[in-house]
C-alpha cells in the first residue's frame, strides 16, 4: 500500500488514473528566511553628550519559546563602534561572520584608516538593500552605535528592507512600542543630546531593559550593555541583571491571580 503523503485520501491510481505530483516540484526559489524560526527581540540605544548607550537582552526564541539564554546580540566592530542585532539569529550569525572579514581586511589594509560608525553604517544599508533586491532579504533590523569620523556620537539603524533611519534615540522590536516612549522623555530632539550625561542615559536604558522584560514575553532578565565614547571606546559588559524588579503592578490587572473579574 502507499503510504506517501500524494497519496493520503486519495482514490487508487489503477482505477482514477496517475496522481499529478507537479505541485510537489521542489526547483522553486528558497525561502527559509522569510519565515524566522529563531529570533530575538528588541535592542534599544540612546546618545548622550559623549557617546552612546546601547543594550540588548541575551534571548533567542524558538517561535514562542524561550529557548536559547546566553545570545549575545551586541558585537564589537572595533574600538568606535557596536552594532546591535535584532530578528532572525541565523541572518545575525551571518552577518557577524561579514563583519569580522570585513575587519580583518581593514585591520591589514595598506591604507591605514579604520570605519568608522557612520562609514560602517553605509555598509550594512547597501548589504540590506541588495539582499532585499535579490528577494533573499537579511531578517534583521541592526542598530550602529558609536563615533563618526569628526569623534562625535553617532547612532542610526537599517532593516531588512535597506530602510535607515537615524535619531537620539532608537529602538527595534516591542522595545520601538514601549521603550521608545520612555527614552523620548530623556532626550526630545539633537538638541537635548548635549545635556544629558553617561550616567542619565545608562539608567534611562536600564529601566528601558526592565520594562520590555515585563511587557515583552520574548525578553529575558539577563541582558549585554555597551557604552561607546571617544576616551573609553566600546566598554561592552555582558550577562548583566536586571536590577530592583517589582510585579506589585500585576495585582491590579483584570484576570491576575486570584481574582474575580
Not at 493520503?8 to 525561502?31: C, E, F, H, M, V
Not at 534571548?59 to 557596536?82: E, M, W
Request: charged fraction near 20%; include cysteine; aromatic fraction near 8%.
Amino acid at each position: 500500500m502507499n503510504h506517501l503523503p500524494q497519496a493520503w485520501g486519495r482514490p487508487r491510481d489503477d482505477i482514477y488514473g496517475a496522481y499529478d505530483a507537479s505541485y510537489l516540484q521542489t526547483n522553486g526559489p528558497k525561502t527559509h528566511t522569510q519565515s524566522p524560526i529563531v529570533t530575538g527581540t528588541s535592542v534599544i540605544a540612546v546618545k548622550f553628550k559623549d557617546g552612546v548607550v546601547i543594550a540588548a537582552d541575551n534571548l533567542a526564541s524558538y517561535g514562542s519559546l524561550a529557548r536559547f539564554t546566553d545570545v549575545k546580540r551586541l558585537r564589537p566592530f572595533n574600538s568606535t563602534t557596536i552594532i546591535g542585532v535584532g530578528g532572525d539569529v541565523s541572518d545575525m550569525q551571518y552577518i557577524d561572520r561579514m563583519l569580522n572579514s570585513l575587519d580583518v581586511k581593514e585591520n591589514y589594509g595598506s591604507a591605514g584608516h579604520s570605519l568608522n560608525a557612520k562609514n560602517l553604517h553605509t555598509y550594512l544599508s547597501k548589504v540590506m538593500y541588495k539582499r532585499r533586491s535579490d528577494v533573499n532579504p537579511l531578517w534583521n533590523q541592526i542598530l550602529v552605535a558609536g563615533l563618526d569620523g569628526d569623534g562625535k556620537p553617532f547612532l542610526s539603524s537599517v532593516d531588512l528592507l535597506g530602510t535607515t533611519f537615524s535619531s537620539p534615540t532608537l529602538a527595534t522590536g516591542f522595545g520601538a512600542h514601549l521603550a521608545q516612549p520612555l527614552l523620548r522623555k530623556l532626550v526630545e530632539d539633537e538638541s537635548k543630546v548635549e545635556t544629558i550625561t553617561q550616567e542619565q542615559a545608562v539608567a534611562a536604558v536600564k529601566e528601558c531593559m526592565k520594562v520590555l522584560f515585563y511587557r515583552d514575553a520574548r525578553s529575558l532578565d539577563k541582558y549585554s550593555i555597551a557604552v561607546v565614547t571617544k576616551e573609553g571606546g566600546v566598554n561592552l559588559k555582558e550577562d548583566e541583571q536586571l536590577e530592583g524588579q517589582s510585579w506589585a503592578f500585576a495585582e491590579t490587572i483584570k484576570g491576575y491571580g486570584t481574582q474575580v473579574v
